[in-house]
């Protein structure tokens, strides 16, 4: 259907207005395809949504169109992330691999109950179980509390309750994460901490924040069933960590720089192309089997003045 909407002998016979909207649906797919050869999945589902107007779209249905929209925007990220595990590396079909990520078909039926692993799951879900190890992430502002409910005090209530019913399911050890920056919406943003920590005497936590790597970190409060009995002796430890130096992405490469990538190795920048979030670089590596790559730099991690 997609090669005849292409050919003005068949095209033709239809009225005027069928003819513009299958030329601009033919045409935006074209681009898609023109996109994906070398382009990160997110990239190629933004020109998507903003030449079709699909967020437009949603937005007139109401509040159900809004939700939508934030599955939308999740897929944006999960789809982000996606180009972020591959090192930054363009050229792989990097759609073929999300689409296999992200396939339907799960395997949780098939997982042994008693294997040694993490289990994951929604704190509503977690009602009526315990675990000796919890550990409670994203506690974030407009995350955990959800925005919607910073506006709604019955919301913020039951998000009150819900960070409560996931605390007390810790029968040893419950951490309890937020991080310093987010990738929402393909966008790397800063965060602030969940105001549902704030109530939480500072004497019964244990803070510890993690290395900073790619200008991003996280920090992490560790809470131990003594801690929670009032009277009960709590041990403090103090820590003391080293800050890495800012992201070496933030600056422009230029061409000719020596780099270093993670998977990659040593290399020198062949190319530039792009701003900002959409900077890409062409590296020429030293390791003959690899060769030359393109990559998007923010996700690439590129180490830079390396010999």
């Given at each position: 259907?997609?090669?005849?909407?292409?050919?003005?002998?068949?095209?033709?016979?239809?009225?005027?207005?069928a003819q513009k909207g299958v030329a601009e649906f033919a045409a935006l797919i074209g681009r898609a395809r023109a996109l994906a050869a070398d382009a990160g999945v997110d990239e190629i589902l933004r020109a998507v949504i903003d030449e079709s107007k699909y967020a437009e779209h949603l937005r007139a249905e109401g509040p159900e169109g809004e939700e939508?929209?934030?599955?939308?925007?999740?897929l944006l990220t999960t789809a982000s992330e996606s180009v972020d595990d591959e090192g930054g590396e363009l050229g792989l079909t990097p759609l073929d691999h999300f689409l296999q990520r992200a396939t339907l078909v799960t395997d949780f039926d098939r997982l042994d109950p008693d294997a040694d692993a993490v289990t994951m799951m929604t704190l509503h879900n977690a009602k009526g179980l315990e675990f000796p190890?919890?550990?409670?992430?994203?506690?974030?502002?407009?995350?955990?509390?959800?925005r919607r409910a910073m506006d709604a005090p019955e919301e913020m209530e039951e998000e009150r309750r819900l960070?409560?019913?996931?605390?007390?399911?810790?029968?040893?050890?419950?951490?309890?994460?937020?991080?310093?920056?987010?990738?929402?919406?393909?966008?790397?943003?800063?965060?602030?901490?969940?105001s549902l920590l704030a109530p939480i005497p500072p004497e019964i936590l244990e803070e510890k924040s993690t290395i900073k790597l790619r200008a991003t970190g996280r920090a992490a409060f560790l809470v131990t069933p003594s801690m929670r009995r009032p009277g009960a002796p709590v041990e403090r430890r103090s820590?003391?960590?080293?800050?890495?130096?800012?992201?070496q992405d933030s600056p422009r490469l230029v061409k000719g720089e020596r780099v270093r990538h993670a998977k990659f190795g040593s290399g020198t920048v062949a190319e530039l192309a792009g701003t900002g979030r959409d900077c890409k670089v062409t590296v020429d590596f030293d390791d003959e089997t690899i060769g030359r790559k393109k990559l998007v730099v923010m996700h690439a991690g590129l180490e830079r003045g390396w010999e």
């Open positions: 259907m997609l090669a005849a909407a292409a050919r003005a002998d068949i095209a033709g016979t239809l009225r005027p207005a939508r929209l934030e599955n939308v925007r999740e190890v919890v550990f409670i992430t994203g506690l974030e502002e407009g995350l955990f509390p959800l960070f409560y019913v996931g605390i007390t399911r810790a029968e040893r050890k419950l951490y309890l994460t937020h991080a310093r920056s987010r990738r929402r919406n393909g966008e790397t943003l800063p965060s602030l901490p969940s820590f003391e960590f080293k800050e890495e130096e800012a992201s």
